[in-house]
């Protein structure tokens, strides 16, 4: 069975501080992993992506993901967080030709 | 900025009526997807296409219908708009594996 389990609804930082959301998986087989971002009123935008190249993927806005497969984990990272990037994450496996989301983490900056 | 689109963005309708939202890309992406996003839910996927003349119910047991007749575009219909149907309708395109682009979504409000 392929699932995505986001561990955090809502996610609160201040400004300038690290930004982590997590994301566990379930597959059958290795999958493609994607982070997508969604500003309110917005259509969703890849932040990154992973399909068994490098482990640790850099997306854009200074975002990056380790792909741990021991843990089934692809966590999202960002070292300092900006107030743009409020918004809501989604955390998102590829496989048998269908996407599966997570249901989201929304992140609050803080100034 | 990806070239899906979606129309109309807004849209507040009756029940009772039928109602086609519009979905069309220009990337000539075979895969084609519908997802249903309830306000602070997560995605579900509803319907999603292969290709021309393809079409496949999602895991989410939806009452719309879709069609695929021409590559670029994927429009889903509800033949009898109810309440229940008030949701954001987002549509994709991708090529598998790779990525999927998302249009701006399609709220739908029936009174």
């Known amino acids: 069975a392929q699932s995505v389990t986001q561990l955090d609804s809502h996610v609160s930082v201040s400004e300038g501080t690290p930004v982590l959301l997590r994301c566990n998986y379930s597959?059958?087989?290795?999958?493609?992993l994607f982070w997508y971002v969604q500003h309110p009123n917005k259509g969703l935008q890849l932040l990154l992506k992973?399909?068994?190249?490098?482990?640790l993927v850099k997306g854009i806005n200074g975002f990056e993901a380790e792909f741990k497969k021991s843990e089934t984990s692809f966590h999202l990272t960002k070292p300092s967080a900006h107030m743009s990037d409020a918004a809501e994450y989604f955390c998102?496996?590829?496989?048998?030709?269908?996407?599966?989301f997570g249901s989201g983490t929304k992140l609050n900056v803080k100034p | 900025e990806a070239d899906i689109y979606q129309t109309p963005r807004y849209l507040v309708i009756g029940t009772g009526k039928k109602i086609t939202l519009e979905c069309s890309q220009t990337?000539?992406?075979?895969?084609m997807y519908w997802y249903q996003q309830d306000p602070g839910m997560e995605l579900h996927l509803i319907h999603y296409?292969?290709?021309?003349?393809?079409?496949e119910k999602g895991d989410l047991s939806s009452e719309s219908t879709v069609s695929r007749i021409r590559t670029e575009h994927f429009p889903l219909t509800l033949e009898s708009a109810r309440p229940s149907h008030t949701s954001q309708y987002l549509c994709?395109?991708?090529?598998?594996?790779?990525?999927?682009?998302f249009g701006q979504g399609t709220r739908l409000t029936v009174v």
């Open positions: 994709a395109s991708g090529l598998g594996g790779a990525e999927a682009f």
């Open positions: 597959s059958s087989y290795s999958p493609s």
């Open positions: 992973y399909t068994s190249a490098a482990t």
């Open positions: 998102v496996l590829y496989n048998f030709n269908k996407f599966y």
């Open positions: 990337m000539g992406h075979d895969k």
């Open positions: 296409s292969y290709g021309v003349n393809s079409t």
